[in-house]
Nanobody
Framework: QVQLIESGGGLVQAGGSLRLSCVAS????????MGWFRQAPGKEREFVAA????????NYADSVKGRFTISRDNAKNTVYLQMNSLKPEDTAVYYC?????????????????WGQGTQVTVSS
């Protein structure tokens, strides 16, 4: 069992930056692919970014490429999402997720554990 706790959300103006963090419980963090997803009001949860167990492989949604960066620190059981050049359309609840997979995956059904989410609001 893995528990995930996100932090770092908030209100920011368009063009600003935020860094989300997600801390995982347990001693097997390094064995999970980690991902970030988001869900805006009235919309389905969508993939944002994912990172392999060793950080060698990363995958991003087209909508955030060049603006967001995912990283992880296995010694700290933490995954990060650095978000730059934020846009109002980035407004959503952001969720951290863990997958017991050997390769990076990008769909919600492939993830086994989820955090409770952190709100990100970007004002225009």
């Amino acid at each position: 069992q893995v528990q995930l706790i996100e932090s770092g959300g908030g209100l920011v103006q368009a063009g600003g930056s935020l860094r989300l963090s997600c801390v995982a419980s347990g001693r097997t963090f390094g064995s999970y692919v980690m991902g970030w997803f988001r869900q805006a009001p009235g919309k389905e949860r969508e993939f944002v970014a994912a990172i392999s167990r060793s950080s060698i492989s990363k995958n991003y949604a087209d909508s955030v490429k060049g603006r967001f960066t995912i990283s992880r620190d296995n010694a700290k059981n933490t995954v990060y999402l650095q978000m730059n050049s934020l846009k109002p359309e980035d407004t959503a609840v952001y969720y951290c997720a863990a997958a017991q997979r050997a390769v990076v995956v990008t769909t919600t059904s492939q993830y086994d554990y989820w955090g409770q989410g952190t709100q990100v609001t970007v004002s225009s």
